[in-house]
């Protein structure tokens, strides 16, 4: 942003009538402009209950995913459980740290 508009300023980081309604940076009026990916589409972000059931969804998709995988591993039971205990916990590091807890206890708490 700073190396390709030379109109840009720090302080203009500073002045809140330089951001669109959704808090995103759009520049001075003088120099680029910085369009707001959700202000060009015309739609609005979606709220966190719609973004905490999307994440909630997609967990159990990797999961289903990484169960039916594992039901194909030849091996005893236990080893098989063993390996499905130790990848749940791997299922919220694919993406945000915490990000699948966090919408389960908004949603579910």
């Not at 520049?27 to 910085?34: F, H, L, V």
């Not at 959700?38 to 969804?57: K, R, V, Y």
């Not at 919220?92 to 740290?97: A, E, I, L, Y």
């Amino acid at each position: 942003m700073k190396a390709d508009d030379p109109f840009f300023d720090e302080s203009d980081l500073d002045r809140p009538d330089y951001y669109c309604r959704h808090g995103n940076f759009t520049g001075n009026p003088y120099g680029a402009d910085y369009m707001c990916g959700w202000c060009e589409s015309g739609e609005e972000p979606p709220t966190q209950a719609e973004e905490d059931a999307w994440t909630l969804a997609e967990a159990e998709r990797k999961y289903d995913h990484l169960v039916a995988s594992l039901s194909k591993i030849d091996c005893n039971p236990t080893l098989r459980w063993t390996l499905v205990e130790c990848a749940i916990g791997s299922i919220d590091n694919w993406g945000q740290t915490n990000r699948t807890q966090r919408a389960w206890e908004r949603t579910y708490a």
